[in-house]
């Protein structure tokens, strides 16, 4: 079994992938007002270029041959005209600022305008609406001028802002800009609730292996019970203080809903809020990250349910939301992680009852309430745990690596042959197509 992938090492692959890497920030108070007047002089300027394409338009409608500018550049160009006048305090921040926000008016109309013809897909896209004080997320990006990582590793230079403490090591970035492998394209400063960000836009040389050696296949039932129950009887419990900050969250929400609108105490129970949300969010994000390196290593094959996005949306239930959110970082850290070890992501059709389907017999059970957390077997009489009986008829759409062969699958898993589909086609409820296996290795 193990005697044919010897030598794939060389057989990988290198490729220039982009790359996010975002640091919290412990700015001193008087950076925290430069970042936070660099988000609001974005805001401004989105707002005032998103009023600026609604008067056009106003116009247009009695004169066809006035000028609606669009694009960043047409919407730069009004800016650089305007700007004395409508914003005379201009220069206290960087020009990347204006230039930030206007890019993002430009995105939204062209968001708009492709979903209209239907070159977007996905759900429909409204009119881009005004960014207001408070609700819009602060964050402004920087594409020029020097953006570093400094040599002590504990320090970042922006444009403007200049050197920022960080509240984690860069230590991993660092190297491999010393290395000469990364380069950073652009930083992005965002606020999450009392929290600054920096999120870098690198590119980076990344080598990818064939394959890691492992012949294995997992399949993860992600959920809020547990992070994840793996085919192969792991429990991945849940962050340890998760329940706490849950509890927290639900507290809160009440409160909240008890507050007088526009008072003050609502006000504090809403920064309040944020906090905890922002907390339980990176609690769960770094144990996915544990999750997602240890199954995208240890593993030849990671197959995972794909993500309900319109139940998504419907079903807001904190529990449920948490759950979701969990899942779709799973994928999307799967999905490069994957690429980076040399195991590929396959992702279960939609419609493959995972739940419903007895894992020992194939039976499949009509109806599955919420509240059954137990698989009992009409059929053969099997009895076992929910979450566990759905990641093992997720691993079983592939019963192994080496049935799939490696010479059907392409070196970063990006496309399958017909072959594979036909293999991984399990009996479905309804639906078409077959389970993809996952998306290019780009990066976050
Ligand atoms: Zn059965």
Redesign the pocket.
């Known amino acids: 079994m193990v005697d044919n992938h010897r030598g794939l090492e060389d057989s990988a692959t290198m490729a220039i992938v982009m790359q996010a890497s975002r640091f919290a920030l412990d700015p001193t108070p008087s950076q925290q007002r430069t970042l936070a007047s660099h988000a609001g002089a974005a805001r401004f300027a989105y707002n005032w270029g998103l009023h600026l394409v609604q008067e056009r338009l106003e116009q247009r409608r009695v004169d066809s041959t006035a000028q609606v500018p669009w694009t960043l550049p047409e919407l730069r160009r009004e800016w650089n005209k305007a700007k004395h006048l409508v914003a005379p305090w201009w220069a206290e921040n960087s020009k990347e600022a204006y230039s930030s926000g206007l890019d993002g008016v430009a995105r939204a109309l062209k968001n708009w305008s492709d979903s209209r013809s239907g070159r977007r897909k996905g759900r429909p896209v409204g009119f881009p609406r005004f960014k207001k004080k408070g609700r819009a997320r602060d964050a402004c990006r920087f594409t020029t001028g020097p953006i570093r990582v400094l040599a002590d590793r504990k320090h970042l230079q922006l444009p403007r802002i200049g050197v920022l403490k960080s509240h984690e090591s860069t230590r991993k970035l660092a190297r491999r800009l010393e290395q000469g492998t990364a380069r950073i394209l652009a930083a992005t400063i965002s606020r999450q609730a009392d929290t600054w960000f920096v999120s870098l836009t690198v590119e980076v040389q990344r080598h990818f292996p064939v394959s890691n050696g492992k012949l294995t296949v997992v399949g993860v039932d992600a959920g809020i019970r547990h992070l994840a129950v793996l085919s192969t009887g792991v429990i991945v419990a849940n962050p340890r203080s998760q329940e706490h900050q849950l509890n927290k969250l639900r507290r809160l929400n009440r409160q909240l809903a008890r507050c007088q609108p526009g008072s003050k105490h609502r006000e504090q129970t809403r920064r309040q809020l944020a906090r905890v949300h922002a907390r339980a969010a990176n609690l769960r994000r770094d144990a996915i990250h544990k999750l997602s390196t240890a199954l995208a290593t240890q593993h030849g094959m990671v197959v995972v349910e794909q993500l309900n996005v319109a139940g998504m949306i419907r079903n807001r239930r904190l529990a449920r939301v948490l759950s979701d959110a969990g899942l779709a970082e799973l994928r999307r850290q799967l999905s490069y992680k994957t690429a980076w070890y040399g195991s590929r992501l396959v992702v279960a059709d939609r419609f493959y009852p995972s739940s419903k389907t007895?894992?020992?017999?194939?039976?499949v059970k009509g109806k599955l309430t919420v509240g059954e957390r137990t698989f009992v077997?009409?059929?053969?009489?099997?009895i076992i745990d929910r979450d566990l009986n759905a990641a093992r008829n997720l691993a079983k759409l592939i019963d192994h690596v080496a049935r799939s062969g490696r010479e059907t699958l392409s070196a970063r898993g990006v496309d399958v042959r017909p072959g594979l589909a036909g293999l991984a086609t399990p009996k479905r409820e309804a639906g078409t197509g077959s389970p993809r296996v996952g998306p290019a290795p780009v990066g976050a």
Request: hydrophobic share 25%.
């Open positions: 007895c894992s020992a017999c194939g039976w077997c009409a059929t053969c009489g099997h």
